[in-house]
């Protein structure tokens, strides 16, 4: 039970195109490479560091609540 030789791997080859043809074959290859190609690109537009978190977020108001994210600050409230 060792490793399968490279006359097997031509069999299996060769029944894999037999069943599947080459046109259907190729336009699997085609959308495998454009996967790749996009994973690639998401990751090297992953690779950007996030900017740093802002020092409000680490600010206890007078009442000792922190501010939620995107709430307006006391500065920033509107008087009604």
Known sequence: MGSFS???WIIVLVVVVL???TKKLSSVGKDLGEG???FKKGLKDGDE???PP????NERRENGETPREGAPQ???RKDS
Do not use: A
Not at 54 to 57: A, E, T, V, Y
């Open 54 to 57: 802002s020092q409000l977020g």
């Open 36 to 38: 790749i190609k996009g």
């Open 74 to 76: 006391d500065s920033q």
């Open 49 to 51: 560091t996030p900017p």
């Open 6 to 8: 490279i006359w097997h």
């Open 19 to 21: 069943v599947f043809g």
